[in-house]
C-alpha cells in the first residue's frame, strides 16, 4: 500500500507540474534551453555513459510511467521497453494510439521509473523524437521479441522516438539528488 500510495504521489505532481500555465511556460523555455545547453557541452563519452545508466535504471525498474499532454491534459501511462540504437535511447509504441499522438503535437515529455524499494526513482525530461528507419524498427524488435507478435517494422503503425536534451534525476528519501545530461 505504501508503494501504491508513494507511486501515486508521483504521478500526480508529474501530473501537477505539466499544466501549461503561462508563467510556466517561460520556465519550461529556460528549463529546455538549459537542458539543450548542459547536453552540448558534455563530451560524447560521458554522455553516452550517462545514457547507459539511464537506461539500466530502467530496465532495473521494469515498468516505468510516461507522461504526456493533450492540450492542458496530462495523461501518464506505463511503458516498459527502451533500447540505445545508433547512440540514441528509444521508447517505443504504436501510431494509432493517443499517446503517440500527444507526443507528436507535443515532444516534451517526463518519465518516472520507480525501483521495487519504492524509496529511489529517477525522473527524466527531455523531448521525444520520432525515428522511422526503417533498420532502427527492426533492431528494436530484434531485442524485444515479446513485441514481434504485435508490431512489424514496416506495419506503419511502430513508432520508435528517441530523446534529445535528456535529463536524469535520481532521487531517494536518503539522500541527494543527482542529475546527469544525456
Known amino acids: 500500500m505504501k508503494k501504491i ?18 508563467s510556466q511556460t517561460t520556465e519550461n523555455e ?11 557541452s558534455i563530451n560524447p563519452q560521458t554522455k553516452q555513459e550517462n545514457m547507459k545508466e539511464v537506461q539500466a535504471y ?7 510511467f510516461i ?11 506505463a511503458f516498459g521497453v527502451s533500447e540505445i540504437i545508433n547512440n540514441r535511447l528509444y521508447i517505443m509504441t504504436g501510431k494509432v494510439k493517443d499517446v503517440y499522438k500527444q507526443m507528436a ?6 518519465i518516472c521509473a520507480l525501483k521495487q524499494s519504492g524509496s529511489e526513482w529517477m525522473r527524466v525530461t ?3 523524437v520520432n525515428d522511422d528507419d526503417l533498420a532502427v524498427k527492426e533492431e528494436f524488435l530484434n531485442r524485444n521479441e515479446s513485441l514481434k507478435s504485435m508490431y512489424k ?19 531517494s528519501f536518503s539522500g541527494a539528488e543527482r542529475k546527469v545530461n544525456f
Open 5 to 22: 500510495n508513494f507511486a501515486l504521489a508521483v504521478l500526480l505532481s508529474i501530473a501537477a507540474c505539466t499544466q501549461n500555465k503561462p
Open 30 to 40: 529556460k528549463e529546455t534551453a538549459a537542458q539543450t545547453e548542459a547536453a552540448d
Open 58 to 64: 530502467l530496465k532495473e525498474c521494469g515498468a516505468f
Open 67 to 77: 507522461a504526456t499532454t493533450d492540450g492542458d491534459q496530462p495523461h501518464v501511462r
Open 105 to 110: 503535437a507535443n515532444g516534451k515529455f517526463e
Open 126 to 128: 527531455g523531448t521525444l
Open 153 to 171: 517494422a514496416d506495419d506503419d503503425n511502430m513508432a520508435v522516438l528517441y530523446i534529445t536534451n535528456g535529463t536524469a534525476r535520481f532521487c
